[in-house]
Nanobody, 122 residues
């Protein structure tokens, strides 16, 4: 079992930045990939990237490439999603999720956090 808790969401103006955090707890955390997924009202879930125990974040879609960056702090079991140059279309609930294997498919992630709301005003 893995427990995930997100934080850092809020209201920001277009062009601004936010850093989301996902604190993981449980067993064998070093075996899990931690991904970020978002869901806007009326839209399907969108995969944003994932990161293993070591190495950089990977799998960024074109919609966030160059603006969003994943990082992992092994000492605190925290994965950060740095979001720069935010746009109104980034408004969504952002979730972190854990999976044993690399995946870009949200449905394949086994454990999920409760989500944090990000709202970008124009």
């Amino acid at each position: 079992q893995v427990q995930l808790v997100e934080s850092g969401g809020g209201l920001v103006q277009a062009g601004g930045s936010l850093r989301l955090s996902c604190v993981a707890s449980g067993r064998a955390l070093n075996t899990y990939w931690i991904g970020w997924i978002r869901q806007a009202p009326g839209k399907e879930r969108e995969f944003l990237g994932t990161i293993g125990w070591s190495g950089p974040g990977v799998g960024y879609p074109d919609s966030v490439l160059g603006r969003f960056t994943l990082s992992r702090d092994k000492d605190t079991n925290t994965v950060h999603l740095q979001m720069n140059n935010l746009k109104p279309e980034d408004t969504a609930v952002y979730y972190c999720a854990a999976e044993l294997r690399f995946s870009k498919t949200p449905d394949e992630y086994e454990f999920w956090g409760q989500g944090t709301q990000v709202t970008v005003s124009s």
